[in-house]
Nanobody
Framework: VQLQASGGGLVQAGGSLRVSCAVS????????MGWYRQAPGKQRELVAD???????NYANSVKGRFTISRDNAKNTVYLQMNSLKPENTARYYC????????WGQGTQVTVSS
């Protein structure tokens, strides 16, 4: 399984970013997917997930600001992040939900104050 995240970058607080993750090596449309993040010195945590049917769930800290979506035709999962805060700075990864043991390289999101 390959999980190729992209779209991260440096943004000011209050700004927006959309990160994408291209997935290969599995039947994407039948898998629930999640976005996870890991900040320096902290454990990796689940940010949002989406079922194969499109039902979404969010961590309380990002509800109302982040939106997860998927395009089964492109085998891609997205995370739209609005009203970003410095505490959202982390490396963001996608994986299945529950997560497989193998992780991609992720994409770095840095929010400046």
């Amino acid at each position: 399984v390959q999980l190729q995240a992209s779209g991260g970058g440096l943004v000011q607080a209050g700004g927006s970013l959309r990160v994408s993750c291209a997935v290969s090596g599995l039947i994407f449309r039948t898998n629930a997917m999640g976005w996870y993040r890991q900040a320096p010195g902290k454990q990796r945590e689940l940010v949002a997930d989406i079922t194969s049917g499109g039902t979404t769930n969010y961590a309380n800290s990002v509800k109302g600001r982040f939106t997860i979506s998927r395009d089964n035709a492109k085998n891609t999962v997205y995370l739209q992040m609005n009203s970003l805060k410095p505490e959202n700075t982390a490396r963001y990864y996608c994986n299945t939900r529950p997560a497989r043991s193998s992780w991609g390289q992720g994409t770095q999101v840095t929010v400046s104050s």
